[in-house]
């Protein structure tokens, strides 16, 4: 099986720069995709391949990878965004996983 | 508009079967690989099974293979898991999800999901 690496929880306040890492040894070889979840509701996507945002999604939100580490970042984060964030990515054996998952708080 | 509707869900004892399904539409589901992935009460995510879009290809988490097989009827549209031998912590939320497209395993689309619970 493979496994990701997220922080259970990252806070900040209205206005601030949010950052969620992942890490994932086969992260320099295979892309990452990052999902929204608010409670009661399906997940959205929010970056996939590393950096790329789908239509929708507001600018703040981005995303990057370097070596085995993925990062979401959501610039001048609002009470809107509060939500939990997973990553998810695949090894190089084809086994795939979300990481455990990261609640942004933003008061 | 991509939409997929999944059914099936219900209350199961433990050791039952239960088969879920998944219609799509607003896309051409036989280009697409398509997913299950579940999230247990208070829990995350967690990657189930896939299907390539021909139907030949299957790939499946350790925690459900040998138990669960996913499958699909293209001429229908109808992405199905059929679940047995089910246990306690298979209770969950079953989404089902469309990739990005060919060579990218992320999903771009996902149901609204339907809950599986397992207990007697």
């Known amino acids: 099986s493979y496994e990701l690496t997220q922080p259970p929880s990252v806070s900040v306040s209205p206005g601030q720069t949010a950052r969620i890492t992942c890490s994932g040894d086969?992260?320099?070889?295979?892309?990452v995709y990052w999902y929204q979840q608010k409670s009661g509701q399906a997940p959205v996507l929010v970056i996939y391949d590393d950096s790329q945002r789908p239509s929708g999604i507001p600018e703040r939100i981005s995303g990057s990878s370097s070596g085995t580490m993925a990062t979401l970042t959501i610039s001048g984060a609002q009470v809107e965004d509060e939500a939990d964030y997973y990553c998810?990515?695949?090894?190089?054996?084809?086994?795939?996983?979300f990481g455990g998952g990261t609640k942004l708080t933003v008061l | 508009e991509v939409q997929l509707l999944e059914s099936g869900g219900g209350l199961v004892q433990p050791g039952g079967s239960l088969r879920l399904s998944c219609v799509a539409s607003?896309?051409?589901?036989?280009?697409?690989?398509m997913n299950w992935v579940r999230q247990a009460p208070g829990k995350g995510l967690e990657w189930v099974s896939a299907?390539?879009?021909?139907?030949?290809?299957?790939y499946s988490a350790d925690s459900v293979k040998g138990r669960f097989t996913i499958s699909r009827d293209n001429s229908k549209n109808t992405l199905y898991l059929q679940m047995n031998t089910l246990r306690g912590e298979d209770t969950a939320v079953y989404y089902c999800?469309?990739?990005?497209?060919?060579?990218?395993?992320?999903?771009?689309?996902w149901g609204q999901g339907t809950l599986v619970t397992v207990s007697s």
């Open positions: 999800a469309k990739e990005v497209g060919p060579g990218k395993s992320g999903f771009d689309s």
């Open positions: 998810y990515s695949t090894d190089n054996f084809g086994n795939r996983a």
């Open positions: 299907i390539s879009g021909s139907g030949y290809g299957t």
């Open positions: 607003g896309f051409n589901f036989n280009d697409y690989h």
């Open positions: 086969a992260l320099p070889k295979k892309y």
